[in-house]
């Protein structure tokens, strides 16, 4: 077939009328031309732009149904078939599926399969790779297996035959083992054993010897894989193991990393790092049985940057490097940084006088001590007193050159020390506009309880609440407020936000409970605020919204005026954009108790997305009397949806204080089987998110869920059994969670970190 013909119908098709990534698909018939033809930059380009469209991100819509016969004869034609065979391949893979009946577009590839399957035998391996590739993708067993398997007895080439074995076991698990079996043989290419050792996973197949020895000695394994795979090979045999969440097989993934960590090879043992960072960041077991493993290779020459990014993750359990940690923070560059930004987490007593004698060179360290990175996901205590840092950070802060985050994270480090800090009060002032946001909290936490320091902080705020710049002066006037209980600057402040319609309504509308009762004289700004609100819709003008009905609510009591802003913001809910604000209001809801029952309509709605479950739940508790928690808000009900936004890490928060306002009564065994695999299984709950964070946010979830089962089964007789079937691969040690003040001086308190 020549190109002409493998083109032959195809402006037959109503592309105008279907639709790809960008919307109408009237432009692939040019595409699909210029693909066709003898211009290879434009061929090219065509390519990229259909696997933009038709295939965008793993995405399949109408006109990639469309467009897959003519691909096929193009690729039968042998013209690009390796590409195109890669494209029909993605295509049938993907379950990503947009304006298109389930499974359309992979059986459009499967009506293609008799051309896929004949360029098995092309006279090219990448073709007859892509070809394998693709066909194992179509799911046609009955077809395609028997194709594949003689071609295993005939293929010679090493990329088709790791290929091979990974199709023949995608297209049926049972009957393609023996051959991931038999190509795990000690004497085979290494690209083959390591696909092998993959495709018996896949397969199901025990963990063995045969697999273990056959990873260890294909490493450095980076790049043994099929292209199309798009994984490092030791990193997806561990996932694989950890996926199977049984102890032997943990054991087994933790074996085998241990061994690749002691490969001499510099390149094997990055692999080996980079495979142990995601076992930690999948098991709740794994730094704890990997760390004796990495530390030793921070005593190399070159330490590896990989084991320390690694540490500063998990770095409540890396006290043990504490000594090498303090050597690596001694020298210089981005290394000594995170060392002692890990150190400042492991073992603060050393961290503070190497942080303290290069204080400006240590950026990273500075915001670990300062509590700054934490975002509301710290799991360790404030950083310690140390008089020799204070000198040093006083020293900084008054150094005109400490410019962008630093001057917020030493002000920041200061509040955290209270009024043991008093001496900074000069410097503070003096910093004062730099830092407008973080300087006057800083700036009320150390001031002393009286004499002249205390005279010039209060001058200096209340100067700065009136006369300020603009972005500072609300944050002034509520330090103000805390130090002399002054409630003129902070009324002024809130009253201009409220009437200007500034940036800072949603936070000036969460103090005015604070005030007492002078917060009635803001009642008239209120209400003008609410009544005023201008048309549109984003995130930033909902919240505030609902925080100044929310905070109306607090002083008057007035339903009338606050259900009203509640039901309208949460019901402009139009998708991820909006959603948790909507989700933000109906916590603000739990607060009106009975009078929030009008919302019942628009929070079912929102119980309607079951991973978020957890603040209509609770608002929905607070609103209705118990003879309406009935059929779909009957409470074991309500129980279970919360626990799959909990399993899910969505609002997990939200989640166990849920469980707890349901009851021990809501709960069945089996959600509290689920409660304590959620506070003692292995596998991480929380996988999302910024990566640094992401395991302590599991440990605080993990502490959170320990918390509500021992709430819940404390008073009963048929408590289950804490120690239960996670066993003690699955316990992690305590922490402590942000909110919870550690023991020590009132001054180091958990806080969270301000922002300039």
Same mark, same amino acid.
């Given at each position: 077939m020549d190109r002409t013909l493998a083109l032959a119908g195809l402006d037959d098709r109503p592309w105008a009328q279907l639709d790809h990534a960008y919307g109408s698909a009237e432009d692939l018939p040019a595409l699909l031309r210029s693909l066709a033809g003898d211009d290879h930059d434009a061929a090219d380009g065509a390519l990229d732009e259909l696997y933009g469209s038709i295939?965008?991100?793993?995405?399949?819509?109408?006109?990639?149904?469309?467009?897959?016969?003519?691909?096929a004869r193009l690729a039968a034609a042998g013209h690009r078939g390796a590409d195109l065979l890669g494209l029909l391949g993605g295509i049938a893979e993907s379950t990503d599926e947009y304006g298109v009946a389930p499974g359309a577009c992979r059986a459009a590839v499967v009506r293609q399969l008799p051309s896929v399957l004949a360029l098995t035998g092309a006279g090219e391996a990448p073709v007859r790779q892509a070809a394998v590739w693709a066909a194992g993708h179509t799911g046609a067993s009955a077809e395609a297996w028997p194709v594949l398997r003689r071609l295993w007895e005939e293929e010679s080439d090493e990329v088709v035959r790791a290929e091979l074995v990974t199709a023949l076991v995608r297209l049926d698990p049972a009957r393609? /083992?023996?051959?991931?079996?038999?190509?795990?043989? *000690?004497?085979g290419p290494a690209r083959l054993r390591v696909t092998a050792v993959l495709a018996c996973l896949a397969a199901g197949l025990p963990w063995d010897a045969r697999q273990h020895d056959a990873v260890l000695a294909a490493l450095p394994a980076d790049g043994l894989v099929s292209a199309f795979e798009q994984c490092e090979p030791l990193r997806a045999v561990v996932g694989a193991l950890f996926r199977r969440d049984t102890a032997e097989d943990r054991e087994a993934a933790f074996v085998l990393l241990v061994d690749a960590l002691r490969v001499p090879a510099p390149d094997a043992r990055a692999e080996a790092v980079w495979a142990a960072d995601h076992a930690c960041m999948v098991s709740r077991s794994a730094p704890a049985r990997l760390l004796p493993a990495l530390l030793p290779l921070l005593d190399e020459?070159?330490?590896?940057?990989?084991? @320390?990014?690694?540490?500063?993750?998990?770095?409540?359990?890396a006290g043990a490097a504490g000594a090498t940690l303090a050597r690596l923070a001694e020298g210089d560059g981005d290394l000594a940084d995170r060392a002692l930004a890990v150190l400042v987490t492991a073992a603060p007593g050393p961290a503070a006088p190497l942080l303290a004698g290069r204080l400006p060179e240590r950026p990273l360290a500075l915001a670990e001590a300062a509590g700054a990175r934490a975002l509301g996901t710290a799991v360790s205590a404030p950083f310690p007193y140390d008089?020799?840092?204070?000198?040093? @950070? &006083?020293?900084?802060? #008054?150094?005109? %050159?400490?410019?962008?985050?630093?001057?917020? !994270?030493?002000?920041?480090?200061?509040?955290?020390? $209270? %009024?043991? +800090?008093?001496? +900074?009060?000069?410097?503070?002032?003096?910093?004062? *506009?730099?830092?407008?946001?973080?300087? *006057?909290?800083?700036? #009320?936490?150390?001031?002393?309880?009286?004499g002249e320091s205390r005279t010039r902080a209060a001058e200096a705020l209340r100067a700065a609440a009136l006369h300020g710049p603009d972005e500072g002066r609300l944050s002034a006037a509520r330090a103000l407020h805390g130090l002399t209980g002054e409630s003129g600057p902070l009324l002024a402040a809130i009253r201009a936000e409220l009437t200007g319609g500034g940036r800072n309504v949603r936070e000036a509308a969460r103090l005015v409970t604070g005030l007492g009762e002078t917060a009635g004289e803001l009642v008239p700004a209120m209400r003008d605020a609410l009544r005023d609100r201008p048309e549109g819709r984003s995130t930033p003008r909902g919240d505030a919204l609902a925080e100044l009905a929310a905070a109306l609510w607090d002083v008057t009591g007035d339903a009338a005026a606050t259900v009203p802003v509640f039901d309208a913001v949460i019901r402009a809910d139009d998708g991820p954009w909006t959603r948790w604000t909507a989700l933000r209001t109906a916590r603000l809801a739990v607060r009106l108790g009975p009078a929030a029952r009008p919302l019942r309509p628009a929070l079912e709605d929102l119980l309607a997305t079951p991973l978020h479950a957890p603040a209509p739940v609770l608002a929905?508790?607070?609103?209705?009397?118990?003879?309406?928690?009935?059929?779909?808000?009957?409470?074991?009900?309500? #129980?279970?949806?919360?626990?799959?936004?909990?399993?899910?890490?969505?609002?997990?928060?939200?989640?166990?204080?849920?469980?707890?306002?349901? $009851?021990?009564?809501?709960?069945?065994?089996? !959600?509290?089987?689920?409660?304590?695999?959620?506070? &003692?299984?292995?596998?991480?709950?929380?996988?999302?998110?910024?990566?640094? %964070?992401?395991? %302590?946010?599991?440990?605080?979830? /993990?502490?959170?869920?320990?918390?509500?089962?021992?709430?819940?089964?404390?008073?009963?007789?048929?408590?289950?059994? =804490?120690? $239960? *079937?996670?066993?003690?691969?699955?316990?992690?040690?305590?922490?402590?969670?942000?909110? =919870?003040?550690?023991?020590?001086?009132?001054?180091?308190?958990?806080?969270?970190? +301000?922002?300039?």
């Open positions: 295939l965008h991100q793993g995405t399949v819509y109408p006109a990639t149904v469309e467009a897959v016969p003519f691909l393609g /083992a023996p051959t991931a079996l038999a190509a795990l043989a *000690p004497d020459p070159e330490p590896p940057h990989a084991v @320390v990014a690694l540490l500063d993750k998990v770095a409540e359990q008089a020799a840092l204070l000198d040093a @950070v &006083r020293r900084r802060l #008054a150094d005109p %050159r400490a410019q962008g985050n630093e001057p917020i !994270h030493l002000a920041l480090l200061l509040a955290s020390w $209270g %009024r043991r +800090a008093a001496s +900074a009060v000069p410097e503070l002032l003096d910093a004062l *506009p730099r830092i407008p946001l973080a300087g *006057p909290t800083a700036l #009320a936490a150390v001031c002393p309880h009286d929905l508790l607070a609103a209705l009397p118990e003879e309406e928690l009935r059929g779909p808000l009957e409470r074991t009900s309500l #129980a279970g949806r919360v626990l799959d936004a909990a399993e899910a890490g969505v609002d997990a928060a939200g989640a166990f204080e849920a469980l707890s306002a349901l $009851g021990r009564a809501a709960l069945t065994d089996a !959600h509290l089987h689920r409660v304590e695999r959620l506070a &003692r299984g292995d596998r991480r709950v929380v996988t999302g998110g910024i990566e640094s %964070r992401i395991i %302590r946010a599991d440990e605080q979830l /993990a502490a959170r869920a320990r918390e509500t089962l021992l709430a819940l089964t404390a008073d009963t007789s048929d408590a289950p059994d =804490t120690s $239960g *079937p996670m066993g003690p691969a699955g316990s992690v040690g305590p922490v402590l969670t942000a909110g =919870t003040a550690p023991s020590g001086p009132p001054e180091q308190a958990a806080r969270t970190p +301000a922002r300039d």
